[in-house]
């Protein structure tokens, strides 16, 4: 048995679902009466989404559409990061919605102090995008988690716990 159990914290969201929920609000949006002929565009790329249409009230509905797919696909609504809604050439508005995928350093901080303040014996190392907890103890590796998920109104990104050993 090893010396030492651990587990990784990560912010990640499944790409595919990602992909499958954006395809759906698309044929939503083609076919809702009330968006048919707004020329709406929806483009997904790595790090971000972009919405473009017609008025500020038809973005509303787009991205409420967008948000109802995405829980169905269990990605969470804390992976989609509103910016300021823009004007564009033709009377048309666009807005970017970045993708947030790994933890911020500001995040880590406060997840690893989360770590320090309530379990002692745990150890939390930043690494990358990612934050490693170790402790000899799988109790108290089950009990971070599931403080953690208790918690996770705190941080401003979704949380993951993966490899763990």
């Known amino acids: 048995m090893p010396a030492e159990s651990s587990f990784d914290i990560v912010s990640e969201y499944d790409t595919q679902e990602m992909v499958n929920a954006v395809d759906q609000t698309k044929r939503e949006v083609q076919t809702r009466y009330d968006l048919k002929d707004t020329k709406t565009d929806i483009e997904l790329s790595e790090k971000e989404l972009i919405i473009t249409t017609e008025t500020e009230m038809h ?10 797919k995405a829980l169905r696909r269990n990605l969470s609504i804390k992976v989609f990061k509103m910016n300021d809604v823009q004007d564009v050439a033709g ?3 666009k807005q970017v919605i970045t993708l947030q995928k790994g933890l911020a350093d500001d995040v880590a901080k406060k997840i690893q102090r989360f770590l320090k303040d309530k379990f002692p014996k745990v150890q939390g190392r930043i690494q990358g995008e990612s934050i490693r907890v170790g402790s000899k103890s799988r109790d108290d590796l089950q009990l971070v988690i599931s403080a953690l998920r208790e918690a996770a109104d705190e ?8 490899n763990y050993r």
């Open 59 to 68: 973005m509303t509905a787009i991205r409420d559409i967008l948000l109802s």
């Open 91 to 93: 009377g048309r508005v």
């Open 155 to 162: 941080f401003p990104v979704a949380l993951q716990f993966n």
